[in-house]
């Protein structure tokens, strides 16, 4: 009875110490935070505006945008200025000629208006070089009415390049949910490798602080020898288990500072204080499979845009087997005193034509339009093939985040009770009713099903996830400030 009286005393005090939460906290968290704790929405942020991964496909939008901006500049408007003299010989001509062309964007013709004075005599035929002593204005253009009146190369190459943007925007948007769902894992690991670390060094502290009561009751020779070396080899093996999580604690760290980093975009390795206190930021991203979201998949935006490009290569390709049929029209007026030409360049003059060409074989057209229907055919074949997989690809994420909570919840039911059954067999121990194995054992149990429940929360938070992504819910994954 002396015996268990004094081994309750020495042991009570520090098994106080260890359970109190203030001395847990001491241990665990080595410092208080200096900046805050980290937070999730703060690695999404700093990883959609810092991330090397989005900076290049923001890069290849850009050319993309380049790109249309040369296809545009076949709508450009051109002024020219031709001059010519005659320097020697018999006639002493010299003509300076101006004009601007303006393509039509909604035809394949053009317009045109020009201006040309001329000085001297010229042979008869340059008869048409003449003009009054103010020179001559003239305005016309061209219209198609069969071939390039709908659609050209023109106007098809600048629907291709705004194509292209969209393109690359949405391969942007699939970059950057990419890089938000790996930055979420890094940072789900991170925490949950930090708690799990935590709670081994919870671990580790009971069996040192229970060594210094055992070592005064061997000293006493109320305990044998063998107590404390059982004890001692406890000890090391939690101090393996710390080691163990250490070791995952800074590699996840490290896998963490790839999405974290400052402004200047250099990767930040954080600090142990600015770890989580609980497991609640383990609660991963809020989202819910919304109705159509499979249409902001950037995955099926891109395929549709290649479709609408197929579509007008299609138009193209049937345009070249069209005959051509061009009118034009100019009207010419010149101004001034009466020239060397004679009276006949005074009056207003008015010209019309046209111009009309068929293709008989043109075997070439015939072949790109055969060549952009199975295109389309094939597109729209992985279009359907994409929304049936998008959709089941959603229902078994859906199916996996319900079984993952349903495993959480059992596992905090587990740690509670393994929690319960280590402070009662430790409350036992200390009145000398049960062995020091027993007691270890308990404790053991109670710190594997914290760290189960750890495990348990971050596969929900991943399959969330994994859920934001696949519904490219912009703003769980952080993107809808960037």
């Not at 004679?342 to 034509?353: D, H, N, Q």
């Amino acid at each position: 009875m002396i015996g268990a009286l004094i081994f309750t005393l020495l042991l009570a005090a520090p098994e106080r110490v260890a359970a109190s939460p203030d001395q847990q906290n001491t241990v665990v968290t080595p410092s208080q935070p200096t900046e805050g704790m980290l937070t999730l929405a703060e690695v999404l942020r700093s990883s959609a505006r810092t991330a090397p991964q989005i900076i290049e496909a923001l890069a290849r939008e850009r050319a993309a945008e380049g790109r249309a901006l040369t296809a545009a500049g076949a709508f450009d408007t051109v002024f020219e200025v031709d001059g010519r003299s005659r320097t020697l010989g018999y006639y002493d001509g010299t003509i300076v000629a101006g004009r601007a062309t303006r393509p039509l964007g909604g035809n394949g013709g053009y317009l045109y208006g020009g201006y040309r004075v001329s000085r001297g005599s010229f042979p008869i035929y340059e008869d048409e070089n003449y003009t009054n002593r103010l020179g001559e204005f003239k305005v016309g253009g061209l219209f198609s009415l069969l071939r390039d009146r709908l659609v050209d190369e023109r106007r098809t190459r600048r629907s291709l390049a705004a194509g292209d943007i969209d393109i690359a925007r949405f391969e942007r948007e699939a970059v950057a949910i990419g890089v938000q769902r790996r930055a979420i894992d890094a940072y789900q690991t991170w925490v949950a490798a930090g708690l799990r670390l935590r709670a081994y060094r919870d671990l580790l502290t009971l069996s040192e602080n229970r060594r210094g009561g055992l070592a005064r009751l061997v000293q006493l020779g109320a305990r044998p020898d063998i107590l404390l070396a059982e004890n001692d080899q406890n000890l090391v093996r939690r101090q393996a288990l710390v080691a163990r999580a250490e070791g995952d604690y800074q590699a996840a760290t490290n896998a963490l500072s790839f999405y974290y980093r400052d402004a200047q975009g250099v990767p930040v390795r954080v600090g142990p204080e600015r770890l989580p206190t609980d497991a609640g930021v383990l609660a991963g991203v809020t989202t819910a499979a919304r109705a159509g979201f499979a249409q902001r998949r950037p995955d099926l935006q891109v395929l549709l845009s290649r479709i609408d490009q197929g579509v007008a290569r299609l138009a193209l390709a049937r345009n070249e087997l069209r005959p051509r049929l061009d009118v034009r029209g100019e009207l010419g007026k010149d101004v001034g005193e009466e020239g060397l030409g004679g009276p006949s360049r005074t009056p207003l003059e008015g010209v019309a034509g046209v111009r009309f060409s068929v293709p008989l074989q043109n075997r070439a057209a015939r072949g790109r339009v055969a060549e952009a229907q199975a295109e389309i055919s094939a597109l729209e074949a992985r279009n359907r093939y994409l929304q049936d997989q998008i959709a089941t690809e959603v229902e078994g994420i859906n199916i996996g985040v319900g079984a993952a909570e349903r495993l959480a919840t059992i596992a905090e039911q587990e740690r509670q009770l393994a929690e319960r059954l280590a402070a009662a067999e430790r409350r036992r121990f200390e009145l000398g009713s049960s062995d020091f194995f027993l007691v270890n054992q308990r404790e053991e149990t109670a710190t594997d099903a914290r760290v189960r429940l750890v495990d348990a929360q971050a596969r929900i938070a991943a399959a969330r996830a994994e859920l934001a992504a696949a519904t490219a819910d912009r703003t769980a994954l952080g993107l809808d400030r960037e």
